[in-house]
């Protein structure tokens, strides 16, 4: 990892491809700032597919809990342990999402991610997935039109309704690529913004196009692009996640 003309650099050797260079970030200051961020990581990603079974799904839980009990230690030092599970693959499909879910929020915060129709056509799902011990649902929205979303562009305002009739939580998850759907970045966020009874965060993920850096987008780009899209966010605003950590467990001695 190096750094030239003020931003920052990975490259890689391999005997069989060569050797290329990636663009890790656009802005130096902000790679520094967020490599400083001291969060300390509690979550664990499972991709569930149909073929998946709940015993298979018991055994998994069994040894998150032994990772519960016995922290491992990263290379930063930090201690981590598993308090959080987020469910993805597609998961809200299968007829027994509701078992999995109960199966993980005995010991575990449990999110879902999904494109949010299922939402949509059934009246009681999310009430369901609520009761079942979902903290919250994290929603595809790759953009505000028909272009940049075809797939749940027709279906997000009633899925996020039916959220908030439930009290479910909701991200909104926006992969976002250089020319395609980046110039929307404020759009999403008024959006969540006029959505905000049950949108409660937006993830922003930079296509990870390595072998393509004339539509390489970085987190850096990202945040310039939110200053300028949107009359309520400066560069400024931003700050690293274990800072809004222990913001978060300050609000809640108040």
């Known amino acids: ?10 490259a890689k050797k391999c005997s069989k491809h060569g050797e290329f260079e990636a663009l890790l970030s656009s802005d130096y200051e902000t790679f520094v700032k967020l490599s400083e961020c001291k969060l300390q990581h509690s979550g664990a990603k499972i991709s569930i ?16 809990d032994r990772r519960q009990k016995t922290p ?3 290379v930063s030092g930090i201690s981590t342990t598993v308090s959080n599970v987020l469910l993805c693959g597609e998961a809200a499909i299968r007829e027994d999402i509701i078992e999995i879910i109960e199966i993980f929020s ?15 056509k059934e009246r ?20 505000t039109t028909a272009k940049t979303n075809p797939i749940n ?26 020319g395609k759907n980046d110039s929307e970045i404020g759009a999403i966020l008024d959006f969540a913004v006029s959505n905000s009874d049950s949108v409660r965060g937006v993830n922003f993920m930079p296509a990870q196009m ?7 987008i970085t987190i850096s780009d990202i945040m310039d692009k939110i200053e300028k899209q949107t009359k309520f966010l400066k560069r400024k605003d931003f700050i690293t996640l274990d800072k809004l950590q222990h913001i978060e467990e300050f609000i809640k001695t108040m």
């Open 106 to 120: 005995s010991k575990f915060g449990v999110h879902l991610k999904t494109d949010g129709i299922r939402l949509t």
């Open 210 to 216: 390595y072998n393509n850096q004339k539509n390489r």
């Open 49 to 64: 597919s149909g073929k998946m079974t709940l015993k298979e799904l018991q055994t998994i839980k069994k040894n998150l």
């Open 153 to 178: 562009l027709d279906y997000i305002t009633k899925a996020l309704n039916r959220c908030d009739e439930a009290g479910l939580h909701a991200i909104l998850c926006c992969r976002v690529e250089k």
């Open 124 to 143: 009681d799902f999310a009430g369901r997935l609520k009761s079942a011990g979902l903290k919250s649902i994290r929603i595809y929205f790759d953009g």
């Open 72 to 74: 491992a230690v990263s």
């Open 1 to 10: 990892i190096f750094k030239r003309n003020g931003m920052v650099w990975l």
